[in-house]
């Protein structure tokens, strides 16, 4: 039987804001897997054990770049190793300046910015100048380019952590802010519940199915009731399923349709998300150092 360790504990209680008891029986259950124990959780708890999921464990900033007629833009998350380095000038106009340039010079990936031309000098040589600088890694993680359909609507919140570009086809400029704001408030993970990966749906259903038969729901209604459930989550996940948070009476599709609009695609970022932060313990690290020294 895997050790369940306080570290494990903590690390769940962290992902999930469950009692640590609920956290520990889950993991002890799960047999160390952190994934199955955060699931057994949801079952045993609902959604509250899953509301930190997306919670930020990374630092540094997302940066857009827009040209005048709104066709064209670019979102970019530049990540660092303190807050304190995601408000530093320098890094901030690094940011900006890649933005730009993803979106004027299009490169496949990120690897290709590194030797895109920054003022004379190949991004990555900038990067690592500023790396000496500043005395923090900084690294580009992701960016996305949109050659508009519409016109696109950016929206940026929260200190450059959260960072939006709509593509809408139709409707005006206030609208696309609305929408931008919407996605930055609400953080849909599609635009439709077609492109919702499978997986997800069938985590849901089956999350679904084991609470139902948790609460001693007939064996024969469990797909039924698994059903309304995912029905329910497509909803809350999807851009045009979700009610507007100006007006929770109106869904985003209804919206949209009523101002003969359509949304043709976006992008969400929020910084660090997915991201695992290494948490020292710096305690346990000067006892191991004192105890190879004196074996020394």
């Not at 670019?74 to 995601?86: K, M």
């Not at 016109?151 to 940026?156: K, L, N, Q, R, W």
């Not at 696309?176 to 997986?199: N, Q, R, V, Y």
């Amino acid at each position: 039987m895997a050790e369940i360790t306080a570290s494990m504990v903590k690390e769940l209680r962290e992902k999930t804001d469950a009692p640590m008891m609920e956290c520990k029986k889950a993991l002890t259950e799960a047999a160390g897997d952190l994934a199955k124990a955060e699931e057994i959780l949801r079952v045993k708890l609902g959604s509250k054990a899953s509301k930190a999921a997306s919670r930020v464990t990374a630092e540094g900033i997302v940066a857009t770049w827009q040209s005048t007629d709104g066709m064209l833009a670019a979102l970019v998350e530049v990540n660092c190793e303190t807050d304190f380095v995601a408000k530093n000038d320098d890094f901030l106009a690094f940011a900006a300046a890649v933005a730009e340039l993803v979106a004027t010079r299009n490169p496949a990936d990120v690897a290709a910015i590194g030797a895109l031309d920054l003022d004379g000098q190949t991004v990555e040589q900038v990067r690592t100048a500023l790396v000496g600088k500043i005395g923090e890694n900084i690294t580009i993680r992701r960016f996305t380019r949109i050659d508009a359909q519409g016109a696109v609507a950016s929206y940026i919140h929260a200190g450059a952590k959260i960072g939006v570009l709509v593509d809408l086809v139709g409707g005006d400029e206030a609208l696309g802010k609305d929408l931008a704001m919407h996605i930055a408030a609400a953080k849909p993970k599609a635009l439709m519940a077609s492109e919702i990966p499978a997986e997800l749906i069938d985590t849901e259903r089956r999350i679904a199915i084991e609470k139902a038969r948790e609460a001693g729901k007939p064996e024969a209604m469990l797909d039924k009731i698994a059903e309304g459930t995912v029905q329910k989550f497509l909803k809350e996940v999807t851009l045009l399923g979700q009610p507007f948070v100006k007006d929770d009476k109106l869904t985003i599709e209804a919206l949209l349709k009523s101002r003969n609009a359509s949304v043709a695609s976006f992008v969400l970022y929020v910084v660090g998300e997915g991201i695992e932060k290494k948490v020292s313990d710096f305690a346990a690290e000067v006892a191991a150092q004192a105890a190879a020294a004196a074996q020394k």
